[in-house]
Every structure is written in structure tokens, then in C-alpha cells.
């Protein structure tokens, strides 16, 4: 595709619902990356994946959050028994490959969620 | 934790006016990068200085480098009203190069 999209663009939950939010990254990226922006903070790295596998889960706020790849394009973030605290865009990059330095991230529009 | 800071962290200027923004890092990085958000939603890469860089331009951008204090400057020419946004460093660090560390941002606003 031409870019980065995720949807939906827009989610409001109940407090205690799950939610899924979708990623499909420019095609032939190999590398899919995905950040936490509060309001008017700066973005929070959660999760990175290289092909299927995610060798840094590090940023994923509690075991609430998770996250799956498959075919080695569209990836899933999860969130289960959402909390208000939730309430953030979420932000899905992509990059041709995570390997060395300098890759560039093509960012996506992002989702914002909000919990009541 | 957060690797980096900006300042100022809101800027006003006229248009016609040149706008710096400044950010400082934690940790050696391979690279520092810039981008601009509008509104809160997706990010636009503006540029990509390497650590052994010290300056470098495009367009109406300029971005330096100093690795021995850990900081970075953007300075944006001639604004224009269409320069209004959040402007946000973002380094990689060198142990970890997949992994962007973002600043917490300044706000920009060029008034028409």
C-alpha cells in the first residue's frame, strides 16, 4: 500500500472491555514497531517485530497488553480488560528492515482510544 | 524512561520568523532523527543526522549535532503558518537500533 493504516481511527470502550487495534504496514516492510502516545506527551515504544516474532516486548505496559503478527505483514495489538488509563493513540511504524542503523519509520495515523 | 528532552516545549513566532528547537539525549545513539505530528495523529519524518554528523540541511531545515553534550537543534527558516505543529527528536540507541526514543516534544505555532 501507499502507507501505514490502521484502524479504526477512532475507539470508545467501557472500562473492563477488550479491544483490538489493527496494523497493516507498507508492503515489504520487514520490521513493525508499535508506540503509545498520551495526551501531549511524546510516543512510548511498546513492542517492535522483526518478520513474525517480537524480540522486545520490553514496553508493553502490563500483561494486559499484547500482540501478534501474522504472515509477516497486518499486527494486532490487544488490550484486555481496558483501563482508563489506556486512553492514548496508539501508533503503528513500519520500516524496510530493523537491521542496522538508520532505518527510517513510516508512521501510521494512529487509533485513539478512549476508555470511560 | 524517556531518553529525550526538548525545549522549549511551546514556541510562538510570526511568520517570516526563524523557530530553534532544541533536544538533549541520555545514551550514545547511532542516530538522532526529527519528525513533525499535526494534530496529534501520524508522524512525518523530517530528517535523519548520524552520529557522526554535525550538521545538515534540507530545505528550510537545519539540524546539528553535538555528541559530546548529547544534543541536537532544529532550526526551521522563514516559517510559514503551515509550519504549525508538534516537533519530536527521536534517537536510536546504540545497543538497540530498532528502537526509536522519543522526546517529549515542542509545540510550534507560527502565527499568520
Known amino acids: 500500500g501507499a502507507g501505514v493504516s490502521q484502524s479504526p481511527s477512532n475507539k470508545v470502550t467501557e472500562k473492563g472491555k477488550d479491544v483490538e487495534l489493527r496494523c497493516d504496514p507498507i508492503?515489504?516492510?520487514?520490521?513493525l514497531y508499535w508506540y503509545r502516545q498520551s495526551l501531549g506527551q511524546g510516543l512510548e515504544f511498546l513492542i517492535y517485530?522483526?518478520?513474525?516474532?517480537?524480540?522486545?516486548k520490553s514496553g508493553l505496559p502490563s500483561d494486559r497488553f499484547s500482540a501478534e503478527r501474522t504472515g509477516g505483514s497486518v499486527s494486532t495489538l490487544t488490550i484486555q480488560r481496558t483501563q482508563q488509563e489506556d486512553s492514548a493513540v496508539y501508533l503503528c511504524?513500519?520500516?524496510?528492515?530493523?537491521?542496522?542503523?538508520?532505518?527510517?519509520?513510516?508512521f501510521g495515523p494512529g487509533t485513539r482510544l478512549t476508555v470511560l | 524512561s524517556q531518553q529525550g528532552e526538548e525545549d522549549p516545549q511551546a514556541l510562538s513566532i510570526q511568520e517570516g520568523e526563524n523557530a530553534t528547537m532544541n533536544c538533549s539525549y541520555k545514551t550514545s545513539i547511532n542516530n538522532l532523527q526529527w519528525y513533525r505530528q499535526n494534530s496529534g495523529r501520524g508522524l512525518v519524518h523530517l530528517i535523519l543526522?548520524?552520529?557522526?554528523?554535525r550538521e545538515k540541511h534540507s530545505g528550510r531545515l537545519r539540524v546539528t549535532l553535538d555528541t559530546s553534550k548529547k544534543s541536537s537543534s532544529l532550526l526551521i527558516t522563514a516559517s510559514r503558518a503551515a509550519d504549525t505543529a508538534s516537533y519530536f527528536c527521536a534517537t536510536d540507541v546504540r545497543d538497540s537500533s530498532y528502537k526509536l526514543i522519543f522526546g517529549s516534544g515542542t509545540r510550534l505555532l507560527v502565527r499568520p
Open positions: 511504524a513500519s520500516s524496510l528492515d530493523a537491521q542496522g542503523a538508520g532505518r527510517e519509520q513510516f
Open positions: 517485530f522483526q518478520g513474525n516474532s517480537a524480540p522486545d
Open positions: 543526522i548520524r552520529s557522526n554528523e
Open positions: 508492503s515489504g516492510h520487514t520490521a
